[in-house]
T-cell receptor, first 114, second 113 residues
Framework: NAGVTQTPKFQVLKTGQSMTLQCAQD?????MYWYRQDPGMGLRLIYY???????DKGEVPNGYNVSRLNKREFSLRLESAAPSQTSVYFC?????????????FGAGSRLTVL | GESVGLHLPTLSVQEGDNSIINCAYS??????FIWYKQESGKGPQFIID?????DKRQGQRVTVLLNKTVKHLSLQIAATQPGDSAVYFC????????????FGAGTRLFVKA
């Protein structure tokens, strides 16, 4: 009963490097999300996928791309990392995107960009 | 504008006392509210939710109160335990304009033994 699994848990990048954060859920949820969490700013939505085959921008999409690979997996890619992208990233999933929407979160991926 | 905020960034309580964590929201279109708990090094976890057609909802040791008149939400934890130490977030869901969840900045709860 894993829930939402994120990899890697920690990553250090140099400015300009690229990387992909992986996320998988085993709850048969339709919707998946990527958030970033910065001190004192709560959780901010980067991208979301309401259902398999669709993706939409959230509040802070610049500098990121996403891929909904299948119903289980939703990846977040940083093409050219910048120090401003130093953050803790959380993947989440929910049964539906609209209306009642309880999110199940992964444990987070801490990214440092030097 | 739209915002979900918390009155107190930190709260320190004695073990066994009751805790009250407050949250203000500004969007009258919000119709569903959720409290999450985030322990150190973990992702947020669902605690309790409430719909806008309700004023109060109780769970195990937790109660959420919603006052739509003043756009205020609170989380009450009875007989606070050391395991309750965490950051607590309120989140509001907006139906209009499609999916939108807004998280507050969080309140850190310290439980003193």
């Amino acid at each position: 009963n894993a829930g939402v699994t994120q990899t890697p848990k920690f990553q250090v990048l140099k400015t300009g490097q690229s990387m992909t954060l992986q996320c998988a859920q085993d709850m048969n949820h339709n919707s998946m999300y990527w958030y970033r969490q910065d001190p004192g700013m709560g959780l901010r939505l980067i991208y979301y996928s309401a259902s398999e085959g669709t993706t939409d921008k959230g509040e802070v999409p610049n500098g990121y791309n996403v891929s909904r690979l299948n119903k289980r997996e939703f990846s977040l890619r940083l093409e050219s990392a910048a120090p401003s992208q130093t953050s803790v990233y959380f993947c989440a999933s929910s049964e539906g995107a609209l209306g009642a929407n309880v999110l199940t979160f992964g444990a987070g991926s801490r990214l440092t960009v030097l | 504008g739209e915002s979900v905020g918390l009155h107190l960034p930190t709260l320190s309580v004695q073990e066994g006392d009751n805790s009250i964590i407050n949250c203000a929201y500004s969007n009258s279109a919000s119709d569903y509210f959720i409290w999450y708990k985030q322990e150190s090094g973990k992702g947020p976890q669902f605690i309790i939710d409430i719909r806008s057609n309700m004023d109060k909802r109780q769970g195990q040791r937790v109660t959420v109160l919603l006052n739509k008149t003043v756009k205020h939400l609170s989380l009450q934890i009875a007989a606070t335990q050391p395991g309750d130490s965490a950051v607590y977030f309120c989140a509001e869901n907006l139906r209009s304009g499609g999916f939108k969840t807004i998280f507050g900045a969080g309140t850190r709860l310290f439980v003193k033994a």
